[in-house]
T-cell receptor, first 113, second 114 residues
Framework: AQSVTQLDSQVPVFEEAPVELRCNYSSSVSVYLFWYVQYPNQGLQLLLKYLSGSTLVKSINGFEAEFNKSQTSFHLRKPSVHISDTAEYFCAVSDLGANNLFFGTGTRLTVIP | DAGVIQSPRHEVTEMGQEVTLRCKLISGHNSLFWYRQTMMRGLELLIYFNNNVPIDDSGMPEDRFSAKMPNASFSTLKIQPSEPRDSAVYFC????????????FGQGTRLTVV
């Protein structure tokens, strides 16, 4: 069985400061990895994904995540956060060869003015 | 396309009543996921379908829950009888079958069982 662990349930950070949201997964097979963002009272939206190739992937709004196979991690980072980044962030994993999609418990990012 | 459409957006019902949540997939998508979101347990995968066929329902909490896809574009999640601990936000998501495609989520149904 696979699982996704997001160790930090809440992360407060000051505006323009850097942030890292941690994600670790466990799986016996190769995986694809995703980060989704959920704004209040909305569904989840894809932020970025790792499928293959370069282990560093980036989103259009300045977030990036790096796939580390040896550490089974896919941490999300942003060098300078904005108030508008306040949201809940979910890490997700799909097993290679299966059309499943499992999520972590989420990290609530709060950007403080 | 209007995206994944869920109805109703909010549902308040009494314990013991039957509840049916509905989901319309994006046209052309052939995979459908149902999730339940609570503060305590986060986002739980309940069941998913490929081409109208249930693939994995191991996340369905108990026999009171059932899900169907009567056609390629529509799904229902039914709870009978409902209990207060079923209160949560229920999301459905759809995508084209294949691991490199994005899953699109509906706005969710907030269920309150009193």
């Amino acid at each position: 069985a696979q699982s996704v662990t997001q160790l930090d349930s809440q992360v407060p950070v000051f505006e323009e400061a850097p942030v890292e949201l941690r994600c670790n997964y466990s799986s016996s097979v190769s995986v694809y990895l995703f980060w989704y963002v959920q704004y209040p009272n909305q569904g989840l939206q894809l932020l970025l994904k790792y499928l293959s190739g370069s282990t560093l992937v980036k989103s259009i709004n300045g977030f990036e995540a790096e796939f580390n196979k040896s550490q089974t991690s896919f941490h999300l980072r942003k060098p300078s956060v904005h108030i508008s980044d306040t949201a809940e962030y979910f890490c997700a994993v799909s097993d290679l060869g299966a059309n499943n999609l499992f999520f972590g418990t989420g990290t609530r990012l709060t950007v403080i003015p | 396309d209007a995206g994944v459409i869920q109805s109703p957006r909010h549902e308040v019902t009494e314990m013991g009543q039957e509840v049916t949540l509905r989901c319309k997939l994006i046209s052309g998508h052939n995979s459908l996921f149902w999730y339940r979101q609570t503060m305590m347990r986060g986002l739980e995968l309940l069941i998913y379908f490929n081409n109208n066929v249930p693939i994995d329902d191991s996340g369905m909490p108990e026999d009171r829950f059932s899900a169907k896809m009567p056609n390629a574009s529509f799904s229902t999640l039914k709870i009978q009888p409902s209990e207060p601990r079923d209160s949560a936000v229920y999301f459905c998501a759809s995508r084209e079958q294949g691991l490199n495609t994005e899953a699109f989520f509906g706005q969710g149904t907030r269920l309150t069982v009193v």
